[in-house]
């Protein structure tokens, strides 16, 4: 799978910009979950609307990892060029080098990626003109790429690939700075307009740093430059989030446009875990199997993945687990992905775990082909890290879930998936900021059989007929994303008429 995904991805980024159709070029930072969206996006503007796209991903590591050459094979070919960009120099620090990542780092190391190939999207930007119809960046490029947009005489829109919760907090971050919000569970939770309350031990770690540091000025920095575009895309949808695009009055923003949800539909490269797990699915009873994943980046420490294990053995559930290396001291050790060649043994497992569980669970290794499982009638529950990408496949297939966030804005993500939109509950946590196996063992039975399951699994249903409505040719979505889209195309004439 590798191997193809290098040569698709030598293949996309030396092949030759496809005739004269206007032209959306956009660049992502190094995270898997943003690249994700970006590549769905990019197909939509190309097959839907009538554009041509360029896809610059910004690589953190030398090589890329496995998890974005998979994903890179898969961008289609027709109409999407895609260029993988370097990966930034290694830090002149061996000592910051050496530190275990965390959302503050991973943030930072994202940024670094990104202004170190800022240059190689000016260059593209200029090439591409008088073509090009528009610039689209997610939230970590943010105004840094204003420059490289006004250039070429082209509007600037920011992709928001998380919920219009984290976007709305981000939108009113200046002013919570400027007032008395406290960075602790004494105060007042932070309230905004037709969002559930975000206590401070749902924060995003930047948020939660030291009004003083580098990490909470950066943070700060991203929130103010987001307010500095054209326009903003944002991957959810009214039927959501229905408080999408309220804020308080008063503030200057951008115009707002929920496009999604945009969600991965195709299989990721040639994924030989595919037939292994489908065939293993279809002999399962409708609804009786519970999917385990915590995304790409998500790492539990050695007790908690052993705690986990015992209690799926506990639930007595049917299982599939797409499980990672334990990471003693970092809850997203897997952010960038993982090289080949890296350990994926498992003896981090209990004793007797796989044999004990043959037959009624399934272990795989790192990666599954996830929107294939959600997506397969015999799934019943999802335990997931709420990533906004798994909360919207969940979401699309009408899966409910067992919350158990980990990182960056997850917190404020399961408290709204299970608070607002009634198709999750949060898994419990203990002092130690641990879940026993009795926790484990009961989260997946509440959301899997009585009343209260009955419940999520019919609000599920109902959300995912409305998401899909959405998406079709005459749902809110597709109309909003069209209208941008001629938006665009008007820009390009206008410069071709001006040259």
């Not at 930072?29 to 896809?55: K, N």
């Not at 959302?103 to 000016?122: G, Q």
């Amino acid at each position: 799978m590798v191997a193809r995904a290098r040569a698709m991805g030598e293949l996309h980024q030396d092949r030759k910009p496809t005739a004269r159709r206007p032209r959306v070029l956009l660049l992502c930072s190094p995270c898997m979950g943003h690249l994700i969206p970006f590549a769905e996006l990019a197909r939509r503007l190309v097959s839907d609307h009538g554009l041509a796209a360029t896809l610059l991903f910004a690589s953190a590591t030398s090589p890329p990892s496995d998890q974005y050459l998979a994903v890179a094979s898969s961008i289609p070919a027709t109409g999407v060029d895609l260029v993988t960009l370097p990966a930034p120099p290694p830090s002149p620090s061996p000592a910051a080098s050496a530190l275990p990542p965390s959302s503050a780092s991973a943030r930072a190391r994202a940024e670094l990626a990104v202004d170190a190939n800022l240059p190689r999207a000016r260059e593209l930007a200029r090439a591409l003109a008088p073509q090009l119809a528009a610039v689209v960046v997610d939230m970590v490029v943010g105004a840094r790429a204003r420059d490289v947009a006004a250039e070429v005489g082209v509007p600037l829109y920011v992709f928001f690939t998380s919920p219009w919760m984290t976007l709305s907090l981000l939108l009113h971050l200046p002013e919570l700075d400027a007032g008395e919000h406290r960075d602790d569970d004494a105060g007042e939770p932070i309230r905004l307009p037709g969002c559930v309350p975000i206590h401070a031990h749902e924060l995003p770690s930047s948020m939660r740093a030291d009004r003083s540091s580098d990490t909470y000025a950066g943070f700060l920095a991203m929130a103010k430059g987001i307010r500095e575009v054209d326009g903003i895309l944002i991957n959810t949808s009214g039927e959501i989030e229905l408080a999408v695009g309220d804020v308080v009055d008063g503030l200057e923003l951008p115009a707002i446009h929920p496009v999604g949800p945009l969600v991965w539909t195709r299989p990721v490269g040639e994924d030989m875990n595919h037939d292994e797990c489908m065939r293993w699915l279809d002999q399962q009873p409708r609804g009786s199997v519970v999917y385990v994943s915590f995304g790409s980046g998500g790492t539990l420490t050695w007790e908690q993945t052993a705690e986990l294990a015992l209690g799926l053995e506990l639930s007595q559930c049917r299982f599939i687990w797409a499980v990672k290396r334990p990471h003693q001291s970092s809850s997203n050790g897997a952010f960038f992905g993982t090289q080949e060649g890296e350990d994926i043994s498992l003896d981090f497992l209990p004793e007797g775990f796989v044999e004990r569980t043959r037959g009624f669970g399934l272990v795989m290794q790192s990666w599954a082909p996830q929107t294939a499982i959600l997506g397969h009638p015999s799934v019943g529950c999802f335990v997931t890290h709420c990533g906004w990408n798994s909360i919207l496949e969940s979401v699309v297939n009408g899966v409910p879930m067992v919350a158990w966030p980990l990182y960056a804005e997850q917190h404020m993500n399961a408290a709204m998936v299970e608070v607002q939109i009634g198709v999750a509950i949060r898994a419990k946590v203990d002092t130690d900021q641990f879940i026993s196996r009795e926790e484990v063992a009961s989260a997946i039975q509440r959301v899997m059989t009585g009343e209260e399951a009955e419940k999520m699994r019919k609000r599920a249903s109902e959300l995912r007929d409305k998401s899909v409505h959405a998406l079709s040719k005459d749902g809110c979505s597709t109309h909003t994303l069209a209208k941008i889209a001629n938006t665009w195309k008007c820009t390009t004439r206008k410069l071709e008429d001006d040259v």
